[in-house]
Structure formats: C-alpha cells, structure tokens
C-alpha cells in the first residue's frame, strides 16, 4: 500500500491489479483509514487516467453482489440522475419509455438534503410499494415493461466505505472518484445501456458547466470502456425544474406532464433523455424517431396509461390519476407575494430546495422523517415577469407559521428591471 500511495503521490498510473488490491484489502480491513486517506488525497491531485477510473470503477462493482437482468428480454436500458431540485424526471419518464415497449428496470434511492429521490416521490401515491421481490421486479418488467424497486441489494459496499471516508477527508470533490461512484452503483444494478443526466447549476453538485461536462465525459467514458453504452446530457439547475418541489406535489405535476399540461422545461427534458433511452434500446434507427414516438403516446394516453398500470401492479391507488385530490394535501397553503414588479433573474434551486426540505419534504439527514405533503409550487420561472402583489408560488406546509421560509424564498427570488434571457436547459449531449 505504501508503494501505491507514493506512485500516485508522484503522479504516476496505477495498474489494474494494484487498484484491485487496494480495494478488496480495503473492504476487508486490511488497509487502514490513514493509509486509503493518503491514497484518495493523492488521486484528488494527481487525478486517474480513464483506464484507471474504469479499474476503480469495476473493481467497487466486484466488491458486492452485481444484478442479474438477463432473465429480462430486451435492452436495459437505465436512466442516471446527478440529483436536483424538483427533478421529477423518472416518475415521467419511466412509464413513457416504458410505454414504447422499452423494458424499465429501475432501481431507486430516496432524497437526501435538497434533492429529492424518486422512491420518496412514488411512496406519495397511496399504497404503492417499493419493497416488492426480486422475482416479482423481474416478471412485472417482463409483463408491463415497467417496475421500480428499492435499493435492498449489497450494491457496490466498497463505495458506500470510500465515501463516508472522502466526505471526512475533504476528498468528495475529485471526478474520477465520483465518475467511478456513481458508475459503479449503475453498473452494479444491472442495465446493459445507460443514460445520465448530469445537472449543472446551483441546485447541482456540479455548479459550473465546465466541471459538470468533465465528469460527464469521464463517466461515459468509462461506461463505454467496461462495455456499457453510455450517454450524457447535461442539463440546467440554475432554477428548480418544473413547478413543483415536493413529493406529492410532484406526483400531480408528473400526471400532468403525462396529459401533455406540464411545465414546459419538464417535458422537454423527458423528451430528450427518453429518446436518448429509446434509441440505445434500438427501438428506433434515430433519436429524432424516438422522439416522436414518444410524443405521439403522449397524446394518445398511451404514457398516461403505462402510469397507471405501473402503480397498480406495484399495490398502489391508480384513480389518483384521475383524482389527483386523491394524494395526500399539506394542512396549510400560504402565498408568497412579490413585493416589487420585475422580471425573475434567479430563483437559487439550492436554497429553494433546502427551503422546502425545512418544510419537511426532504431529509436533512438519513434518518430524519420526511412529510410527502409538503412542498412549494413555484408560478414563476426565471424570465417570466412579476408584479407586485401577485403570488410567486404558494408553501404547501403543516405549520401555519411560514414566516422564515418566507424570508428565505424571498431572499432567493431575485427580480431585476431588465428583460432575463433563459439560460439554455439542455447545454450538450455527450456521447
Ligand atoms: N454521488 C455519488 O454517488 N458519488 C459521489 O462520489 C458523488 C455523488
Ligand atoms: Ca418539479
């Protein structure tokens, strides 16, 4: 290990057996925190080359128990996340790839600080259940083409060590560590092809643009090198997508996306990511017939009914579709009213995320218990004009007392005299 640590201290590049061994010494505790600190310091400045990050990468996938999809007829093909505010991307996309004939077997985490997880957001539909088994994941892709599960698998144990460790040695922010991280998890769960969508913005965890294409590019790079077709989109969370931000909140605006009434942003990004997915499961011989196709079953109802079939098979109350009533309603609702007339310049996705989680729609910590009620409904997207004393969104609360949340809102919704030019939503395609 010592002879490791100073190779890459003097910038040099790790074999693959020497990756190898440190990880699975690591995993076993055979190398100590102190010595896998240096190392990881030492990759935070000299960086990994592609074929060392694709080592790491397979090699934390080795570490644990790898799915098996292949019981699974078709392409797999997976959709990847960065994480944001208000991403209400899967709960729309998955029935509408799923609704091309595109198999979906996805495996979902819950939200932690100002980003919301997509297990959380379907829990909001009554009944719905996550924790279904293996056999019964598989038979339902097999039947509807559509099933989501919780993650309960031993997925990649030698990520979830690495990381508690680099989150207490400053050592978080290195692209090849998180290139790897999140590609060994995806790899792990299975999908044959793979589909990212890497947000940049201040609701990101990548703020700037230049970072967010250079971990886009790693990652598919290693995907491609270890087998896995991958494509990247990288696209804006400069604002919150769509308009709502909270679990059941954003149940009802994906329905509405579904009926072809969302947020214009929302849909967008669904269309873009999902013809992405269709093509890669060679559905169709181009991404512009993707799109299309995936159009058309929003018009036809066709995606909407996927949504439907899809909740029932997994134990939950389909007619909130019809009676979005039906989800479960925050006990107060208060306006945010705009004190000035302007056009919106910036409304910060991270402080608006963090606003709504001191709500109680998202988890400070691990453990904290989350409200699926709560939440914020935006009016308002940056570029769009305000006046004074007209509402910039509405608080979804449990406490009738929204005074801080207010304060904060406000402070994070700046307005300006001039006319806002849009930020593009979707900055490159990487493939
Ligand atoms: N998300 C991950 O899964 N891993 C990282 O290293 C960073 C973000
Ligand atoms: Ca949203």
Known sequence: MYDIIEKKRDGKILKEIEINYVI??????????????????????KGMTIKESAALTMAMVNSGERINLEDITGI???KHSTGGVGDTTTIVLAPLVASVGVPVAKMSGRGLGHTGGTLDKLEAIPGFNIEI????????????????IGQTANLAPADKLLYSLRDVTATVNSIPLIASSIMSKKIASGADRLVLDVKTGKGAFMENPIDAKQLAK???????????????VISNMEEPL??????????????????????????ELCLNLGSQMVYLAEKTSSIEEARELLKENIKNGKALLKFKEFIKNQSGDPTVIDKPNKLSKAKYKTELISNES?????????EIGKAAMM??????????????????????????????GESLLTIHSEEEDVKLIKTIL??????????????????????
């Open 24 to 45: 699975k010494n690591y995993v076993e505790h055979k190398i100590p925190d102190y010595q896998m600190s240096a190392l990881l310091m030492a990759i935070y400045f």
């Open 410 to 431: 406000l402070n994070n919704i700046i307005l300006t005299e001039e006319v806002v030019e849009k930020l593009p939503l979707i900055y490159e395609i990487i493939k």
């Open 359 to 388: 709500l109680g729609a998202g988890r400070e910590r691990k453990d904290s218990v989350i409200n699926l009620a709560v939440g914020l409904v935006l009016h308002k997207k940056v570029g769009d004009f305000v006046k004074a």
């Open 218 to 232: 790693t990652m598919v790079e290693i995907g491609n090198s270890v087998g896995i077709k991958t494509v990247a």
């Open 242 to 267: 769509g308009y709502a931000i909270g679990n059941a909140l954003e149940i009802k605006e994906a329905v509405l996306t579904l009926k072809d009434r969302g947020p214009s942003d929302l849909t």
């Open 133 to 148: 088994s293996n056999e019964k994941f598989i038979k339902l892709v097999n039947e509807a083409n559509l099933a989501v």
């Open 76 to 78: 797999k093909v997976d």
């Open 342 to 350: 302007g056009y919106i310049k910036e409304i910060t996705a991270n």
